[in-house]
């Protein structure tokens, strides 16, 4: 007699996701920075010591020739600043497309070529040294001026805060370790801060009312889950790491509030994310679906289109949870790579762990509570899954398009639909899974090959 089939099984997820992972639900994030926008804050740091503005190791301002000579021309000097200040204004402008998944904003890359600002440094400082400027009478106007600069968005936002501590002096050079308070700027407080840097937030809320975009890697470590929380009211995420330096989230919690369609932290193509005894809550997804919306997970890994050469570990998450956010807790595309140990998934809309693309890595020792599905494999994603328990939802494992996932030791306890499904050409591997209070447990589509190994205690039907 053959496998019982599964009339409810036809190998689609609990929730629609559209014609496939990658070309609708996990279409990649609409954020294309260009290889120079992505780096060009950061070569500020050495190229913008602004006309004698840095310090020598004796902590004085250095001086220049020009601030002893008495051929000053009052003309010149007065309007020195302002081609600075007009060029730095268009730099910054070309940072304001929304980087929240809003309409149209993957039209074009985002970044600014910094030959011009160069060329206008340049300039400025030959106008200083030629006509005998005051250097400290300049230096009071360009920073005036600077604070007079508007921004439309937080990149461009996150952009001039860079932009200002490189110019002004005010940017560290060597990592250190600052404490920031409930109610000081925050996003400030991070961009002066060199690479490597940890922030140490104190107990209490720390409020964020757009987006936090981090243009470097720093730690932003709290007094634990329960103490220390970030809040976030904007739209599209709460944190967006830009970098491909490692930026760290460590004994704390993360949460959206408001029902604005937000996800918590979006990562780049090139991001490195680690997570320590984090707590992730709330987000929270669009009402209506469009095009490139991402919002309502509680981390994205984005990718380019066509991102899919191998790389290391992406993302590292540790003893954290992930609660109650309308889509993923975390949500892996192109090739990211994930190491995920000790950690719980609950209550999270269409699943806990969603790998796609040709994404990749382990989830080990985890928990899952009544997840839509507990983790997802689609595409091409070839993740470990090892010694995790499942528990309620709708499908403990799901498998589709060509994935192929190696499944050990998975604990499975009432799923409502199936425990494991494997739909399309989908393949891979289970050795040692358990099931109990459960009618379907493995369930494998005509196409699809999984092999069944030793030790699995789950009954196997066929699925349509």
Known sequence: MGAPTCPCCRLRAPVHYGRSATQDFLSPY????????SVTVMTLAVLLLLVGCSQ?????????????????????CDGADEELLDTVRSYVEAYDAPVNGESGSGASEVGADDGELRDALGRTRRTLDENGCDLKEFRTDFRAGMDDI???????????????ASMTGTLARTP????????????????????????????????????????????????????????STAAGSAILVLTDERTELRDLTLRHQGRKPSSLLV???SSS??????????????????????????????????????RGTTIQV??????????????LTGAHRASIRRTTFRANGQCGVCFAGKSSG????????????????LDQATPTVTDNDFEGGQVAIQVSGRAAPAVRRARIDGPSRAGLIFGDRSSGRVDGARCQNITYGIVVAPQALPFIGRGNKCPISKGR
């Open 150 to 164: 508007k921004t439309r968005g937080p990149l461009a936002n996150a952009v001039l805060l860079r932009l200002t």
């Open 56 to 76: 020598d190791p004796s902590g004085k301002e250095s001086s220049t020739p020009s601030e002893s000579s008495s051929s000053a021309d009052p003309g010149a």
């Open 273 to 310: 994310v680690v997570l320590t005894r984090a707590r992730l809550t709330g987000a929270t997804a669009s009402g209506k679906a469009a095009a490139g919306d991402q919002s309502g997970s509680a981390v994205t890994m984005t990718a380019r289109a066509g991102n899919a050469a191998p």
């Open 318 to 331: 540790t003893a954290s949870d992930f609660v109650d956010n309308d889509v993923a807790g975390l949500l």
């Open 30 to 37: 609409p954020l294309r920075m260009t290889r120079r926008g």
């Open 267 to 269: 990562g780049g193509p």
């Open 362 to 377: 382990g989830v080990q020792r985890g928990a899952f509570r009544n997840n839509g599905v507990g983790v997802a494999v």
């Open 176 to 231: 250190e370790t600052v404490t920031v308070r409930p109610g000081q700027d925050l996003p400030a407080a991070l961009a002066r801060l060199a690479p490597g840097s940890t922030a140490v937030l104190s107990a209490g809320d720390h409020g964020l009312r757009q987006p936090l975009v981090l243009l470097s890697g720093v730690t932003l470590r709290g007094q634990g889950q329960p103490r220390t929380s970030i809040s």
